[in-house]
T-cell receptor, first 109, second 113 residues
Framework: DAKTTQPTSMDCAEGRAANLPCNHS???????VYWYRQIHSQGPQYIIH???NNETNEMASLIITEDRKSSTLILPHATLRDTAVYYC??????????FGKGTRLHILP | KAGVTQTPRYLIKTRGQQVTLSCSPI?????VSWYQQTPGQGLQFLFE???????NKGNFPGRFSGRQFSNSRSEMNVSTLELGDSALYLC????????????FGPGTRLTVT
């Protein structure tokens, strides 16, 4: 079973920051937080991952709380092309990926 | 750099038949993982191969099998197809040397009639 809890769906206005929360209260010390997204009819796309420090790349930022029990994925300026299902996953390095239901993000024009 | 490629993209089979799907990973990637995606069960992990050895396995019956070749290309086979095997089968590759990000292919859409 997935070890994360995410809202089923969220809306965000185009051009605004999209903040997607994820709860992983049972995360272990050696488990990383990963985010993937799946645009309709395509394979999932890797976004970002982190262990305990906040991370940023060209796609998004990942904010992990100090106790590591939750995290937030931030898409700084959402566009219509960011409409997708976003998956938050926790796993140790080398372990299989268990996908949950994810959050369906709708970007509104 | 070319992405993960999967062939065929679409396939129609009948119950009882067997099917083989192919995945070519990104150049330099040594790990290939397979997933099944259905509307009811979502994305489910099938198995992972690294350097021609199965490294991880999901909870699927023995009818689902796979292998990896020395060039890292991978195939998965499903024998005695059932209607419930209709799904999108996705392949993902990664370096598996600490760079753990998986890159997914477009998938093979299998329909069993």
């Amino acid at each position: 079973d997935a070890k994360t809890t995410q809202p089923t769906s969220m809306d965000c206005a185009e051009g605004r920051a999209a903040n997607l929360p994820c709860n992983h209260s049972t995360i272990s010390g050696n488990e990383y937080v990963y985010w993937y997204r799946q645009i309709h009819s395509q394979g999932p796309q890797y976004i970002i991952h982190g262990l305990k420090n906040n991370e940023t790349n060209e796609m998004a930022s990942l904010i992990i709380t100090e106790d590591r029990k939750s995290s937030t994925l931030i898409l700084p300026h959402a566009t219509l092309r960011d409409t997708a299902v976003y998956y938050c996953i926790v796993r140790p390095l080398g372990d299989k990926i268990i996908f949950g239901k994810g959050t369906r993000l709708h970007i509104l024009p | 750099k070319a992405g993960v490629t999967q062939t065929p993209r679409y396939l129609i089979k009948t119950r009882g038949q067997q099917v083989t799907l192919s995945c070519s990973p990104i150049s330099g990637h040594r790990s290939v993982s397979w997933y099944q995606q259905t509307p009811g069960q979502g994305l489910q992990f099938l198995f992972e191969y690294f350097s021609e050895t199965q490294r991880n396995k999901g909870n699927f019956p023995g009818r689902f099998s796979g292998r990896q070749f020395s060039n890292s290309r991978s195939e998965m086979n499903v024998s005695t197809l059932e209607l419930g095997d209709s799904a999108l089968y996705l392949c993902a590759s990664s370096y598996r040397d600490g760079r753990e990000e998986q890159y997914f292919g477009p998938g093979t859409r299998l329909t069993v009639t």
